[in-house]
């Protein structure tokens, strides 16, 4: 079983940038997939980021070229890198992990999840 724990949220202004990561602890971290979802207030929870094991990186369509996933598998983390913040983007960003080797955008594939951290961005 894998444990996750986001930090790296926080209070910036449009157009700033925050870099989160994700701790993983428990199971063999480099054999999952991982994914970054977020939930604004009063929407659905959506994908955001994901990395294969292997390493493939894709990303939804509005977070293209503002947002970076990167995986560390000798310190057991994921990370997200997200450049000119927009006010849209404010959410709270969970990390998630998945036993399926193919790109997964849903969140029913993914078994594991963190508590999340909250992203709020100023205009």
């Known amino acids: 079983q894998v444990q996750l724990v986001e930090s790296g949220g926080g209070l910036v202004q449009a157009g700033g940038s925050l870099r989160l990561s994700c701790a993983a602890t428990?199971?063999?971290?480099?054999?999952?997939?991982m994914g970054w979802f977020r939930q604004a207030p009063g929407k659905e929870r959506e994908f955001v980021a994901g990395?294969?094991?292997?390493?493939?990186?894709y990303y939804t369509e509005s977070v293209k070229g503002r947002f970076t996933i990167s995986r560390d598998n000798a310190k057991n983390t994921v990370a997200l890198q997200i450049d000119s913040l927009k006010p849209e983007d404010t959410a709270v960003y969970y990390c998630?992990?998945?036993?399926?080797?193919?790109?997964?955008?849903?969140?029913?594939?993914?078994?594991?999840w963190g508590q999340g951290t909250q992203v709020t961005v100023s205009s």
């Open positions: 998630a992990a998945t036993r399926t080797p193919a790109i997964a955008t849903v969140s029913p594939a993914y078994g594991y």
């Open positions: 990395i294969t094991w292997r390493g493939t990186t």
């Open positions: 428990g199971g063999t971290f480099s054999s999952y997939g």
